[in-house]
């Protein structure tokens, strides 16, 4: 911190508008410095310097009351300099939804509701960003959906989309330790390289290029038995068709709708009945309890290197995630892309 002793500086990014269609680059973005009184915080608040930004494939942002411009939030790590929530101590690591700014104040509820205080499950040997990859948000909700939702069952088949992704690519991983036979799709020829050669997945195809319906039955002649879906566009309608019986459908991202691009429309539906599908939702919210559970079993995995990832860390100031990313959205990165700003 720096400023007078009752002010310090913070830098924040705004955007200007969120275009239809197409990922908003750099172009849309602002990053300004500012004086600011340091906040007194109200019960249960905290207060945060940030580090660690996790880049995901939504933004939230506030265009509401006529704004010309917003705020940008995603979620990152940082550390609490100042506390009245006993949940998260001064000191303590943070990992949860931060504006893309240097430090911030959490105080609305369903801001904290959607914090953790990592402090129980850091593994200082790990680099921090893993706690936004594979150890944090994505790889909790991947695990605890895989065994809520995905009765997964030695010799059965799972397709993921978005495969080489944060969570596709620790779903295909924990599927394949239970002995699935696990199918992902990406869009680039060199993450389903990455897919087969480097994580084990059985099968993998680059959903830009090739016809999916054909790939997936060339890859699943017996029929897929789990769809775990991070898109939520009209390959559901592909997978309602080569499900088998009693088959799942696991909806976990909607990575189509986050770019404005077309969503899930199936008109065939009617193969829920036929086969008796389950096609469910999850979010992650509702089961934070669990987080404990989750580092202990999937920590010493990622230690021993039995469960891979791929992410990427990018260093330098607040204007790098904006600039990142635009690069981020097109695909440019493979796994967990995180921007940091500052140590802990
Ligand atoms: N339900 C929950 O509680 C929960 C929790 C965490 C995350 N999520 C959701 O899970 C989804 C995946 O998250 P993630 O962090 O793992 O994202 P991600 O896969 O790392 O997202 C970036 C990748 O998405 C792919 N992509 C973008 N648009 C696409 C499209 N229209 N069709 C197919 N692939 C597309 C791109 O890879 P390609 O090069 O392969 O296209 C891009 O590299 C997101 O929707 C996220 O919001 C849900």
Redesign the pocket.
């Known amino acids: 911190m720096s400023a007078t002793n009752n002010q310090f500086t913070n830098i924040r990014v705004f955007i200007s508008e969120i275009p239809e269609g197409v990922a908003p680059n750099k172009s849309y973005f602002r990053t300004v410095t500012v004086t600011e009184d340091k906040p007194v915080l109200e019960d249960g608040a905290i207060f945060v310097k940030n580090a660690v930004f996790s880049l995901?494939?939504?933004i939230v942002y506030d265009f509401s009351k006529g704004n010309k411009e917003s705020s940008v939030a995603g979620f990152g790590i940082g550390k609490i300099i100042d506390s009245k929530n006993p949940t998260f101590p001064v000191g303590s690591t943070f990992f949860g939804p931060i504006r893309w700014e240097s430090y911030s104040v959490l105080n609305k509820e369903q801001e904290l509701s959607q914090s953790v205080n990592l402090d129980a499950g850091l593994d200082k040997e790990l680099p921090l960003s893993v706690y936004n990859g594979v150890l944090g948000?994505?790889g909790f909700?991947v695990w605890d959906?895989l065994r809520r939702l995905g009765n997964l069952k030695k010799g059965e088949t799972i397709y993921i989309?978005?495969?080489?992704?944060?969570?596709?690519q620790l779903a295909g991983q924990l599927a394949k330790r239970q002995g699935l036979r696990v199918i992902g799709?990406?869009?680039?020829d060199e993450?389903v390289t990455f897919l087969k050669k480097e994580l084990g997945f059985d099968a993998a195809f680059n959903?830009?290029t090739q016809d999916k319906r054909e790939a997936l039955i060339a890859a699943a002649p017996n029929g897929i038995d789990i769809y775990y879906d991070?898109?939520?566009?009209n390959t559901v309608e592909v997978a309602l068709d080569l499900l088998n019986t009693h088959g799942r459908i696991i909806t976990?991202?909607?990575?189509?709708m986050?770019?404005n691009?077309g969503i899930a429309v199936p008109r065939n539906l009617i193969n829920i009945l036929m086969k008796q599908i389950r096609y469910e939702?999850?979010?992650?919210?509702e089961y934070y309890d669990q987080w404990e559970a989750f580092w202990t079993e999937v920590t010493p995995l990622v230690r021993k290197g039995e469960i891979k990832f791929d992410e990427t860390l990018i260093e330098g100031g607040l204007d790098i995630v904006a600039e990142t990313y635009d690069r981020?959205?097109q695909?440019?990165?493979?796994?967990?892309?995180s921007v940091k700003i500052a140590d802990l």
Do not use: E, R
């Open positions: 995901d494939p939504y948000l994505s909700t959906s989309s978005s495969a080489a992704g944060t969570l596709g799709s990406a869009g680039s993450k959903y830009k991070l898109v939520f566009d976990v991202g909607a990575l189509a986050h770019q691009q939702g999850y979010v992650v919210y981020f959205l695909g440019g990165y493979k796994g967990k892309v």
